[in-house]
């Protein structure tokens, strides 16, 4: 579970920290861990022109918060939006992840498009 | 009074069939009794036997397996009252656990006694089931909660039990250990000041009658309340003990077949206790099964029991306090501990997730519990999202303490 990619990113996150006075900023936790990930984004012409992540838990959520800020950066709001919960999982190197512990690898991607959702003034349908 | 002796363990743990069993290629080391503890074969067998030999549904049977089942139903309920040491058996009420029956009193003895404005006092250190019962039960009557507040020991403080206790409350319901810390409460000094103002005490011995020696009647306890499945015994029941006088003036809990005397059209008449609690067909193989734990728990005696904890107790605080970057929670004094320990693991500074700390303990067949173990308000007054827990029954050894102290070693060499 603890692949080389997760630990490699929780050691040493890419992308940790707020941007000043971000067009989005979203916040989530997950009550039962205490995961806590926090998104901020600058958005230009409807694409992500910067990305950063904060927070606290355990390695699995904020290696996948610090690779998925990779993930979509210079991508379209659009493009975010389909963006795939197994995509984010695969780059993880983890495709089959328990039920308890796939919450804290999905949370990041939970912030992202709820933050891109309000923005853009739409609703979210989760599947959950 | 029986003399303590030391528990032979690794006969003890021939009898339990899943500590033979590998978990992730490595041997099971099961340190999560205090969620729910393993089974001894006497046990599943008892269970086992009652399916395939005597099964039927109780009371008002006239026919043999009806008669053999009803007559094991009401011998476990004896034999429970005496492992507590209950005046009467007509004071143990079957439960689904340790939730219903801190529900059933709060319902059918909450709902006719507290009024508005009236106090309801409970702990900080409180299971989420001896909270919201209460939280419900105080929202619908428009009464009010206050809480004694523990120390940084994770010691309840003595002033805020006298000072609460002062105000007349209604009930206290109090943990008599607690599930993170690991304290021992003082109950029968909680239950003396309650008693002087006509304050009743329900304690939730869920962490206590698996683990030690219970004397209701010494305690003086108005109710006492806990699980099977946390003293060897199977899922799905559980005890509520109530002073007779009590559970007679308490109006039912649930309500239909087994627990009526006589239904009319418009009104119907209740059964006596401990039945008028006990509406439609019973988990009958649940108590057959507890009182198999019963019977197995009291061959080894609860004092061996207790003694055998508090020595893995005694033993684990002194080789984790060696491990460098461990926080221990709780008091450091085995005498007021259960088999109960806290911690969370720091790496220069920074916690490492406890949910990370069981996986990687999990890789190597080590079962503890992370989160916040059902007790959120203990949690945020920590300031901490979670902990790990290790806990230890009747067949844990220091051999196994040895192989959990090593494998956090190299979970720090993992995480740096």
């Known amino acids: 579970m603890y692949t080389e990619i997760i630990m490699d ?25 205490g995961d806590v990930i926090e998104m901020s984004i ?15 838990g355990c390695a699995i959520s904020q290696a996948s918060a610090s690779l998925l800020t990779e993930m979509v950066q210079g991508k379209s709001l659009e493009e975010i939006k389909k963006l795939d919960k197994q ?6 190197g983890t495709p089959n992840l328990g039920p308890n512990r796939i919450k804290c690898a999905l949370l990041s991607l939970k912030v992202l498009k709820y933050g891109v959702y309000s923005y853009l003034g739409e609703k979210l349908q989760t599947q959950e | 009074m029986s003399q303590i002796k030391s528990l032979n363990i690794s006969k003890i743990r021939e009898d339990f069939p899943i500590l033979k069993r590998k978990v992730n290629g490595k041997p099971l080391i099961y340190l999560d009794s205090a969620a729910s503890s393993q089974k001894p074969f006497q046990v599943i067998k008892t269970i086992d036997d009652f399916y395939s030999t005597y099964n039927a549904n109780i009371h008002r049977a006239i026919h043999t397996l009806g008669e053999e089942a009803t007559a094991a139903y009401e011998a476990a309920r004896k034999k429970v009252a005496k492992f507590i040491n209950a005046k009467l058996s007509q004071e143990i009420i079957f439960t689904r656990g340790t939730t219903e029956s801190i529900n059933l009193v ?10 508005e404005g009236d106090l309801i006092v409970l702990t900080e250190m409180e299971h989420h089931s001896n909270i ?6 105080a929202k619908e009557k ?38 993170v810390f690991g304290t021992i409460n003082p109950i029968k000094e909680i239950v003396n000041f309650a008693h002087r103002n006509g304050t009743l005490v329900l304690v939730d011995g869920a962490q206590s009658v698996p683990h030690m020696p219970v004397d209701v009647q010494d305690l003086d306890a108005d109710f006492y309340v806990f699980s099977g499945h946390k003293m060897l015994g199977p899922t799905g029941i559980g005890v509520l003990y109530g002073k007779k006088e009590l559970l007679e003036k308490m109006e039912p809990y649930q309500s239909g077949g087994e627990m009526i005397s006589e239904v009319h059209l418009q009104e119907s008449k209740y059964k006596d206790i401990p039945y008028k609690f006990e509406a439609g067909t019973p988990n009958i193989s649940g108590p057959i099964g507890l009182a198999a734990a019963v019977d197995y728990l009291e061959s080894l005696g609860m004092k061996n029991v207790r003694e055998h904890e508090k020595e893995l107790v005694r033993y684990a605080l002194e080789k984790l306090s060696k491990v460098e970057g461990l926080k221990i929670y709780g008091p450091k004094d085995p005498e007021i501990r259960g088999g109960v320990i806290t911690f969370n693991f720091y790496n220069n500074g920074s916690l490492i997730h406890p949910h ?24 945020e007054k920590l300031n901490l999202p979670a902990t790990c827990r290790a806990s230890f029954y009747v067949y844990n050894t220091k ?14 060499r993992f995480f740096s």
Not at chain 2, 108 to 115: E, I, L, M, S, Y
Not at chain 2, 399 to 412: H, P, T
Request: hydrophobic share 35%; net charge neutral.
């Open chain 2, 399 to 412: 051999e196994e303490i040895d192989q959990f102290v090593s494998a956090l070693e190299k979970i720090r």
């Open chain 1, 42 to 56: 600058r958005v230009n012409d409807k694409h992500i022109k910067d990305i950063k992540f904060d927070g606290t």
């Open chain 2, 106 to 115: 709060a319902s059918a003895w909450g709902r006719h006694n507290v009024k």
């Open chain 2, 142 to 179: 428009k009464a009010r909660i206050e809480y004694i507040r523990f120390d940084e020991n994770g010691v309840l403080i003595k002033e805020d039990i006298r000072k609460l206790i002062d105000k007349n409350p209604k009930i206290v319901a109090v943990s008599h250990v607690s599930n």
């Open chain 1, 9 to 33: 990113y929780y050691k040493y996150p890419k992308n940790r920290g707020k941007i000043q006075n971000p067009d989005i900023d979203f916040k989530d936790s997950n009550p039962l861990c």
């Open chain 2, 356 to 379: 990370d700390v069981s996986q990687v303990l999990d890789s190597e067949g080590i079962a503890i519990r992370s989160g916040h173990h059902c007790a959120m308000p203990l949690h």
């Open chain 1, 87 to 92: 995509e984010l999982l695969e780059n993880l």
């Open chain 2, 132 to 137: 919201v019962p209460w939280q419900i039960l």
